[in-house]
T-cell receptor, first 115, second 116 residues
Framework: AQSVTQLDSQVPVFEEAPVELRCNYS??????LFWYVQYPNQGLQLLLK??????LVKGINGFEAEFNKSQTSFHLRKPSVHISDTAEYFC?????????????FGKGTKLSVKP | GAVVSQHPSRVICKSGTSVKIECRSL??????MFWYRQFPKQSLMLMAT?????????EQGVEKDKFLINHASLTLSTLTVTSAHPEDSSFYIC????????????FGQGTRLTVV
């Protein structure tokens, strides 16, 4: 079974500052990793994903994440945040490819960007 | 990208009534869809896996008779909350994975259910 730990429930940061949202996972098999963003009362939007290949993954809105197998981590980073990045961010894992397999989510990190 | 449409986005119902939520994949066929429930300020918890043409697979602790799932076609899954009670009030989200886009799940907009 897989599990996901998001170490920070809330991350306050000033506009234009860099940010890192931490995610660690556990699994006995190879996994696929994802970061999703959720704005209030909305569904989830995919930011980026790691399936295979390069461990540094670039996503939308200037976000990137690095898969570190030895540390079982997939931390999300952005060099300069905007007010509009204020949202809830979820890290997720699955060990299935194709159309099967559900995602296991972390508890989420609320990013608050202050002017 | 692929689109998953969920309807309605908000619904208020009286205690004891049933509510149906629809989840449609608009531009791909989804043999499998997933239903999640999200409590305020918490993560998404998988309720069940909806399989086209067969019975849904429910997670432990989810009442099958209360949360009826039907996946009648490759583009539509429905979740019916039967005899709803105030404790069923929550945010319900569906997702579907496109078999042609390995590993990526697309989410509906979510449904805010309030039982009064």
């Amino acid at each position: 079974a897989q599990s996901v730990t998001q170490l920070d429930s809330q991350v306050p940061v000033f506009e234009e500052a860099p940010v890192e949202l931490r995610c660690n996972y556990s699994s006995s098999v190879s996994v696929y990793l994802f970061w999703y963003v959720q704005y209030p009362n909305q569904g989830l939007q995919l930011l980026l994903k790691y399936l295979s290949g390069s461990t540094l993954v670039k996503g939308i809105n200037g976000f990137e994440a690095e898969f570190n197998k030895s540390q079982t981590s997939f931390h999300l980073r952005k060099p300069s945040v905007h007010i509009s990045d204020t949202a809830e961010y979820f890290c997720a894992v699955t060990n299935y490819g194709g159309s099967q397999g559900n995602l296991i989510f972390g508890k989420g990190t609320k990013l608050s960007v202050k002017p | 990208g692929a689109v998953v449409s969920q309807h309605p986005s908000r619904v208020i119902c009286k205690s004891g009534t049933s509510v149906k939520i629809e989840c449609r994949s608009l531009d791909f066929q989804a043999t499998t869809m997933f239903w999640y429930r999200q409590f305020p300020k918490q993560s998404l918890m998988l309720m069940a896996t909806s399989n086209e043409g067969s019975k849904a697979t429910y997670e432990q602790g989810v009442e099958k008779d209360k949360f009826l799932i039907n996946h009648a076609s490759l583009t539509l899954s429905t979740l019916t909350v039967t005899s709803a009670h105030p404790e069923d009030s929550s945010f319900y989200i569906c997702s579907a994975r496109d078999p042609l886009r390995s590993g990526e799940a697309f989410f509906g907009q979510g449904t805010r259910l309030t039982v009064v």
